[in-house]
């Protein structure tokens, strides 16, 4: 869970980004932008923030009377958090210097 937790403490991050992708994107003002850009910026946090909700939605550990099923079950678990981390981070990542770069 703590792999969740410090995915989900960037989840407010994901969607402030957006927003300011999005601002970026829709103004028609701007001729210094690669529109494909910003908008693979924005797909790319809509996917990570929807992987979260998926990986969450699904997270279902069986109850404790199976110790090995459990535990294969979380460790298959792990693995699912840690690529939702992965692209969360790349996500942001992207995103923050795509806005610097725009400033």
């Known amino acids: 869970m703590d792999v969740h937790n410090e995915s989900m403490e960037k989840m407010d991050d994901i ?20 529109r494909e850009e910003v908008l693979t910026a924005i797909e790319g946090l809509d996917s ?4 979260m909700m998926d990986w969450m939605h699904k997270f279902n550990p069986p109850d404790s009377s199976n110790k ?6 979380l460790e298959s678990e792990l693995i699912k958090i840690k690529r939702v981390r992965d692209l969360t981070n790349e ?13």
């Open 15 to 34: 969607y402030t980004l957006k927003g300011d992708l999005q601002k970026i994107y829709s103004d028609t003002n701007r001729k210094n932008i690669n």
């Open 48 to 51: 990570a923030d929807n992987l």
């Open 68 to 73: 090995v099923e459990r535990q294969n079950y």
């Open 91 to 103: 996500t942001i990542t992207k995103a923050k210097e795509l806005l610097e770069m725009k400033k």
